[in-house]
């Protein structure tokens, strides 16, 4: 496996949605400028967007940055959850989660909760595979996503 190299957010200052479309086009221009193999991938919640909309603001930031627009075929996967990560993995691990609840980061997920559903993420992302009736729309869209991460 290869280095990984990750952009946190900058604490707890601004919001961290607009964070991630300012360093949107710096990613993907340090990810283009790469001859070896590498594979960008962006987290950034939706909020009071729908998911759709909210990576428009992402290929927005593009243009309005004087970068060419992302293609298809770039190694670069976009993953927008409604409010939170945390709503992915509760549903995941079988909860019952409304996207629209913006508490579904409470209470905080555990490790073996992160594991466990990485472990039913890898089941639902296989081509025909049966989604689990827990999985909520946002992340059912980004399912054949994942498929380009194996």
């Not at 962006?42 to 992402?58: F, K, Q």
């Not at 629209?100 to 992160?114: E, K």
């Not at 909520?136 to 996503?145: G, H, N, Q, Y």
Request: glycine residues 6%; neutral net charge; aromatic residues 4%.
């Amino acid at each position: 496996m290869g280095r990984v190299r990750k952009v946190a957010l900058p604490g707890n200052r601004g919001s961290g949605s607009q964070y991630v479309r300012e360093q949107f086009p710096v990613q993907v221009a340090a990810c283009r400028g790469q001859q070896a193999n590498n594979l960008l991938i962006v987290i950034t919640d939706a909020d009071n967007l729908s998911a759709a909309d909210r990576e428009r603001t992402l290929h927005d930031e593009m243009a309005t940055s004087k970068h060419d627009a992302v293609n298809a075929e770039e190694p670069i996967i976009i993953f927008v959850p409604k409010w939170q990560l945390e709503t992915w993995v509760k549903c995941l691990i079988g909860q019952t989660v409304r996207e629209d609840d913006r508490s579904t980061d409470r209470p905080a997920v555990t490790a073996a909760q992160l594991i466990a559903a990485s472990e039913t993420l890898h089941e639902w992302a296989r081509p025909n595979s049966n989604v689990g009736a827990t999985c909520v729309a946002s992340l059912k869209l980004t399912l054949p996503r994942w498929q380009r991460i194996g």
